[in-house]
Antibody
Framework: EVQLLESGGKLVQPGGSLRLSCAAS????????LSWVRQAPGKGLEWVSG????????DYADSVKGRFTISRDNSKNTLYLQMNSLRVDDTAVYYC?????????????WGQGILVTVSS | DIQMTQSPSTLSASVGDRVTITCRAS??????LAWYQQKPGKAPKLLIY???SLESGVPSRFRGSGSGTEFALTISSLQPDDFATYYC???????FGPGTKVDIK
């Protein structure tokens, strides 16, 4: 069974940094593209970033480009999202999600989400 | 960037109704479109991918159609478990539509 478990969410001040982790199990981690998707309170879904199975290709939404960095450690079956220069409008539940193949694509499996709050 | 729109934003319906949600892309995305269902406090669930392919385990009352810039999700006979918010997502550059909430009439 595919399992994705996010961690690292907390309250952080504007301008601060935070690293989210997503521990994966139940599939051959290095064979699948992964994404981060966020949802601000009471709002819709926003795709944030994606990474291919080997980590060689990464993509970002314009709203986070230059501030967020996605990475993965295939030896640890873990996905990361390094978030710098955080803004109040980055406040959201962050989900990690797995696609059906090596490239970033639609999202078959989702974690339960982790809350990041950016506030002074 | 590809912009996605959905209509309606809210839909009130009864159990047994046939329901259709539309999704439009600002440029041609072929069939690179997925539909998700989300219930309050829960992660989204994949329903349809590649515009019309039903995800394993999803009831056959859900049907996706369309290509290019115009897409639709149809629920043939609405069940109590289907009251939720539905999102389309194009996976050319991955943006989501704003969502359609299906609530009880």
């Amino acid at each position: 069974e595919v399992q994705l478990l996010e961690s690292g969410g907390k309250l952080v001040q504007p301008g601060g940094s935070l690293r989210l982790s997503c521990a994966a199990s139940g599939f051959t981690f290095s064979s699948y593209g992964l994404s981060w998707v966020r949802q601000a309170p009471g709002k819709g879904l926003e795709w944030v970033s994606g990474i291919s199975g080997g980590g060689g290709r990464t993509d970002y939404a314009d709203s986070v480009k230059g501030r967020f960095t996605i990475s993965r450690d295939n030896s640890k079956n873990t996905l990361y999202l390094q978030m710098n220069s955080l803004r109040v409008d980055d406040t959201a539940v962050y989900y990690c999600a797995k696609g059906p193949g090596y490239a970033v694509s639609h999202l078959e499996n989702w974690g339960q989400g982790i809350l990041v709050t950016v506030s002074s | 960037d590809i912009q996605m729109t959905q209509s309606p934003s809210t839909l009130s319906a009864s159990v047994g109704d046939r329901v259709t949600i539309t999704c439009r892309a600002s440029q041609n995305i072929g069939s690179w479109l997925a539909w998700y269902q989300q219930k309050p406090g829960k992660a989204p669930k994949l329903l349809i991918y590649k515009a019309s392919s039903l995800e394993s385990g999803v009831p056959s009352r859900f049907r996706g159609s369309g290509s290019g810039t115009e897409f639709a999700l149809t629920i043939s006979s609405l069940q109590p478990d289907d009251f939720a918010t539905y999102y389309c997502q194009q996976y050319d550059s991955y943006s989501f539509g704003p969502g359609t909430k299906v609530d009880i009439k």
